[in-house]
């Protein structure tokens, strides 16, 4: 199970950060990510992470601005986000995989079979 927080409303400008906790099987996947989905568009990829050896992939509308970490320990993981702009508004969501998918598909829904339940991202 994934379960996402810290979704909600910031300015143009600001910071928000987002937690994804797994619990269960998603608890200890290959590779984890973010995702987001405005109104009326498809779900696009902004980040992921291998989690055996940490390496980052971002979408180049983030690229900067936007932070993936995670705490073993506590089987969560995080999205820091700077520098918030207004076409960052969506519902944002967590994505495991048991797999490890290629670089070149890293980014896409396809590749990932758990998800969480969204939180959804305001910027103003």
């Known amino acids: 199970q994934l379960v996402e927080s810290g979704g909600g409303t910031a300015q143009a400008r600001g910071s928000l950060r987002l937690s994804c906790a797994a619990s269960?099987?998603?608890?200890?996947?290959?590779?984890m990510a973010w995702f987001r989905q405005a109104p009326g568009m498809e779900r696009v990829g902004v980040v992921a992470m291998y989690t055996s050896d940490q390496r980052t992939y971002y979408d180049d509308s983030v690229k900067g601005r936007f932070t993936i970490s995670q705490d073993k320990t506590e089987s969560a993981f995080y999205l820091q986000m700077d520098s918030l702009k207004l076409e960052d508004t969506a519902m944002y969501y967590c994505?495991?995989?048991?797999?490890?998918?290629?670089?070149?598909?890293?980014?896409?829904?396809?590749?990932?079979?758990?998800w969480g339940q969204g939180t959804q991202v305001t910027v103003s």
């Open positions: 269960g099987y998603t608890a200890n996947m290959n590779c």
């Open positions: 994505a495991a995989s048991r797999q490890r998918p290629y670089r070149a598909t890293i980014l896409r829904p396809g590749d990932y079979a758990y």
